[in-house]
């Protein structure tokens, strides 16, 4: 009985995030609101049910599964070299984390998209309604499915808030403790330590509410409240 009920747990998470989706930009499929391909499938852009990338079947001897950026991700990953934020290209600011040579975790997983180095079709698996995907453009979307505009963060992260760096505040008095977050995310878990990444302030499931939580933010921004749950200012 317990499984069953876990089992019909998990299918009404997975409907309530595909219709969160569904709403957005994320949305890829024949009905998305803006650009969009010829398939009617909107999950298979990030994640597919078997052979995902970065996993191998526990059946092939000594082949054990690696890790995979997300659960069942189904994107070609993206090998740009990124030029990080840190100190010496932002020598104003007073960074105390440490930053990762390049950029790691969830956050590549974004990146592999938003960098604009490879299409948003660029999938291991095809859905099975279409041999093989093609795009309208529209809203940030080229009709080759490549990210343009405002949304494509290219290489250069300098200018952007700093990901894949530890959260440091016993060493920042200006950092809150991860344990007063109430929708901010550290990766793996909310402790000192641990990484922001895209995600730490960004649902990728979840679109938001136009004026407080869009795009796909986490908490409000009105009154900066996102911020402050992390900054003492």
């Known amino acids: ?11 009404a998470s ?7 989706v569904s709403v957005g930009p994320h949305n890829l499929s024949t009905t998305g609101p803006l650009g969009k391909t010829n398939t009617t499938q909107t999950c298979v852009f990030c994640h597919t049910p078997h052979n995902a990338i970065g996993s191998v079947s526990p059946e092939v001897a000594g082949q ?19 030029t990080m934020y840190n100190t010496t290209n932002n020598p104003a600011s007073d960074l105390q984390g440490t930053v990762d040579a390049s950029v790691t975790g969830a956050s590549l997983a974004c990146l592999s998209c938003h960098d604009g180095s490879l299409a948003v079709g660029a999938i291991a698996n095809l859905p099975d309604d279409v041999a093989s995907i093609t795009y309208t453009a529209g809203g940030g979307l080229s009709a080759t499915g490549f990210i343009t505009g ?4 290219g290489a250069d992260l300098t200018n952007d808030h700093p990901i894949s760096i530890t959260y440091q505040d016993n060493l920042d008095l200006g950092l809150k403790a991860p344990a007063t977050f109430t929708s901010v995310k550290l990766f793996p878990t909310n402790a000192t330590g641990s990484k922001v990444q895209c995600a730490s302030c960004h649902d990728v499931h979840n679109w938001g509410t136009a004026g407080t939580t869009q795009p796909f933010l986490r908490g409000t921004m009105v009154g900066s409240a996102l911020c402050v749950q992390c900054h003492s200012k």
Do not use: E
């Not at 009985?1 to 299918?11: E, G, P, Q, T, Y």
């Not at 997975?14 to 969160?20: G, H, V, Y």
């Not at 405002?150 to 963060?153: D, F, G, I, T, V």
């Open 14 to 20: 997975a409907s309530a995030l595909q219709a969160q």
């Open 150 to 153: 405002a949304n494509k963060l």
């Open 1 to 11: 009985m317990k499984r069953i009920l876990f089992s019909l747990a998990v299918l």
């Open 64 to 82: 054990p599964i690696a890790a995979q950026l997300i659960p069942l991700w189904n994107h070609t990953t993206t090998a740009t070299a990124f």
